[in-house]
């Protein structure tokens, strides 16, 4: 067990520069690596493609009980982290490294290091109460920084160099494309949140950016963080042994954005389902067409805002609310 007597942040760090370098803050650091430890993402993180860092919010909780959250403003159920305990969680990390300027190759690593959570000796699952809650509320702040009370400080944080992003049921849900932009930089800073969420000054100090997994709500980011991250890992240079699996697969450019059509294996015919004929002949052209087809047809299907006259038209709607 990791045991921190001076407060900071402790977390297992295993960098080398040209690694793509993620950091996660979260009340629940042993929710990881998790499933990225496992297959081509755990062999990519142990041969330092990737690094993971895990910091344990609760070690800048306030009090005897490092508490981290309290009652909202306005009443109603549940507790919301609080701006002061997740600033100070954000501030004491390490600065990010400066923005790489060309991919540099991947060192070959000397050693393979194995992630091992934080954890904290006093974590505890569940909200706990604010032992020295505010006396007085004060007015409810609007969104955005127009509720702000005193001259604006700059976070500590040098928020330009990676995206700090909040996992969030409140956002557009994620796409490909969005994992493609995340991939392509040269890192991550994740915050996971936990009750009913974090308080909104927090978001807005430090332009956070909130990122959906789907229109469903979940009880805490760290699931949407590793979902996040599985999807984002396997762009990374070296991360797939097939290279060519990534281009081509559902919501790919060269595939137009579409679904993927259908896929078949062995044996050729399965309790009287016989593989398209097409498909079990030679002819690359002719197969290239039948599976665009299918996935021009599984698309109009399943997600017709996907078909490339969609796209445009709801480009259009976009660009006539904003003129
Ligand atoms: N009260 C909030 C829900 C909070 S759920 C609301 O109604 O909008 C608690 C935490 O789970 C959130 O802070 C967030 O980090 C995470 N979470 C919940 N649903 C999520 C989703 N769809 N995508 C990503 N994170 C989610």
Not at 75 to 84: N, S
Not at 309 to 317: R, S
Request: hydrophobic content about 35%; aromatic content about 6%.
């Amino acid at each position: 067990m990791t045991t921190n007597p001076s407060g900071t942040p402790k977390a297992r760090q295993f960098k080398s520069s040209e690694s793509y370098r993620v950091r996660v803050l979260t009340l629940f650091p042993e929710a990881f690596p998790g499933v990225l430890g496992l297959g081509l993402h755990g062999k990519a993180l142990a041969a330092g493609l990737w690094t993971l860092e895990v910091y344990d919010l609760r070690q800048h909780g306030l009090g005897s009980h490092q508490s981290v959250d309290a009652p909202p403003y306005g009443g109603g159920a549940g507790m919301v982290l609080r701006p002061d305990v997740l600033a100070a969680a954000l501030d004491a990390l390490a600065p990010a490294p400066a923005p790489i300027p060309a991919p540099a190759p991947i060192p070959t690593p000397t050693t393979t290091p194995t992630p091992t959570p934080v954890r904290s000796p006093s974590a505890k699952a569940g909200a706990s109460p604010d032992p020295s809650p505010d006396p007085a509320p004060a007015p409810i702040p609007a969104l955005g920084d127009a509720a702000r009370s005193s001259p604006p400080s700059p976070p500590t944080m040098d928020s330009q160099r990676e995206p700090l992003l909040y996992l969030s049921p409140r956002a557009v849900p994620l796409t490909q494309a969005q994992v493609r932009r995340f991939a392509s930089g040269a890192g991550l800073t994740l915050l996971c949140g936990r009750y009913e969420g974090i308080d909104q000054r927090f978001l807005d100090e430090y332009q956070v950016e909130e990122v959906s997994l789907g229109d469903f709500v979940l009880s805490g980011g760290e699931v949407a963080a590793l979902a996040l991250l599985e999807a984002v890992v396997r762009l990374l240079p070296g991360v797939l042994g097939n290279q060519a699996s990534k281009a081509d697969e559902s919501f790919s450019q060269v595939r137009g954005g579409l679904l993927e059509y259908p896929q078949f294996t062995r044996p050729a015919e399965w309790r009287g389902r016989v593989v398209p004929a097409v498909l079990q002949g030679g002819n690359h052209k002719a197969i290239a067409e039948w599976r665009q087809a299918a996935a021009k047809k599984i698309t109009a299907e399943r997600r017709p805002d996907l078909l490339p006259q969609n796209q445009k038209q709801q480009g259009k709607k976009k660009q006539d609310k904003t003129t």
